[in-house]
């Protein structure tokens, strides 16, 4: 399978496919709202302002699996993002990353690009950057702030 195959339910529970992205550039974050890298939220909506006119798109999964720092609904996951950060780019349904429940994107993601872990999702706020052609580029630990990702954003989007 290929990225462009696979399907997910925006935070609203609309089904989105992710063939609606060919042709961008992707950033992909499991997020949490009540983790220490939370505030990653405003620098993400940060660089999607800057580079969605040049194609980029940011795609945000909210998990609750790392001590349970997004308890909410996902009602409420959206608000907060808006509320506190602004949020413009998209927001999917809250989704485990590890586990035998794995969303099928995150088994994918962690099979292109293997992290320290054996495969596993470290932490919130993993990010996964894909080229215009849906392949994973490269994978971006946690405490990595999306701010440092901008030149290898710039050089897909060229």
Same mark, same amino acid.
């Given at each position: 399978?290929?990225?462009?195959?696979?399907?997910?339910?925006?935070?609203?529970?609309?089904?989105?496919?992710?063939?609606?992205?060919?042709?961008?550039?992707?950033?992909?974050?499991?997020?949490?709202?009540?983790?220490?890298?939370? =505030?990653?939220?405003?620098?993400?909506?940060?660089?999607?302002?800057?580079?969605? /006119?040049?194609?980029? /798109?940011?795609?945000?999964? =909210?998990?609750?699996?790392?001590?349970?720092?997004? =308890?909410?609904?996902?009602?409420?996951?959206?608000?907060?993002?808006?509320?506190?950060? $602004?949020?413009?780019?998209?927001?999917?349904? @809250?989704?485990?990353?590890?586990? =035998?429940?794995?969303?099928?994107?995150?088994?994918?993601?962690?099979?292109?690009? @293997? $992290?320290?872990?054996?495969? /596993?999702?470290?932490?919130?706020?993993?990010?996964?950057?894909?080229?215009?052609?849906?392949?994973?580029?490269?994978?971006?630990?946690?405490?990595?702030?999306?701010?440092?990702?901008?030149?290898?954003?710039?050089?897909?989007?060229?």
């Amino acid at each position: 399978m290929n990225f462009y195959e696979f399907l997910a339910k925006d935070i609203n529970g609309q089904d989105i496919k992710m063939s609606k992205y060919k042709g961008k550039v992707v950033l992909i974050v499991n997020t949490a709202s009540k983790c220490g890298f939370t =505030p990653q939220f405003k620098e993400l909506e940060e660089l999607y302002n800057l580079y969605k /006119e040049k194609g980029l /798109e940011v795609l945000g999964f =909210p998990c609750n699996q790392f001590k349970s720092q997004d =308890p909410a609904s996902n009602a409420e996951i959206n608000n907060f993002c808006q509320l506190n950060y $602004g949020v413009t780019f998209t927001m999917f349904e @809250k989704i485990n990353v590890k586990g =035998p429940d794995t969303h099928p994107i995150y088994k994918y993601l962690k099979d292109e690009a @293997k $992290g320290m872990l054996n495969n /596993e999702i470290k932490w919130n706020f993993t990010k996964f950057l894909l080229d215009s052609n849906g392949n994973v580029i490269k994978r971006y630990a946690p405490t990595t702030s999306p701010l440092k990702i901008k030149q290898d954003i710039e050089k897909l989007l060229k």
